[in-house]
């Protein structure tokens, strides 16, 4: 075969450091606009963009030549360089250094859409630690909580 394909949907979720509430609606959609054309520029579009003031949740499409890791470090470093330097109050801006990767089928494609659209209103009912223990358990991926809050 000549040519190289795939389709790799990945539900991608980190929080800022301490789950402190940085991303206010002041901010909040150019850091989403910034985040998306950085996927972009990986080659790994983004499909949905949100959160609430302590976290992001993106769906995207993973790029056939980039690792997670890798993608994830260069939205981070980038986007923490971005806000830091959007006024005083973002001085002290950190991502946490963790993360959550989850691959999505096309099926769940706009079930997962509709869920990250509606962060806010989702999160006024569930921290953001019990949705994701919710993934941790629905993914079967063993974790410890001395660590994945850092």
Known sequence: MAQ????????????????????????????????????????SPSLSINGTSDHVHSLFSLSRVISIADLVEEI????????????REFRNFYWQRGYGAF????????????????QKKHHQHHTFQDEYRKFLKAYQIPYDELYVWD
Do not use: C
């Open 103 to 118: 691959y999505i089928g096309q099926s769940n494609v706009e079930t997962l859409k509709r869920y990250i659209h509606g």
């Open 4 to 43: 190289s394909l795939s389709s790799v949907l990945i539900h991608l979720v980190f929080s800022t450091k301490n789950r402190e509430p940085f991303i206010n609606p002041a901010i909040e959609n150019d850091l989403y606009r910034y985040m998306a054309k950085i996927f972009r520029e990986l080659k």
């Open 76 to 87: 981070k470093t980038s986007t923490s360089r971005w806000i830091k330097t959007n006024g």
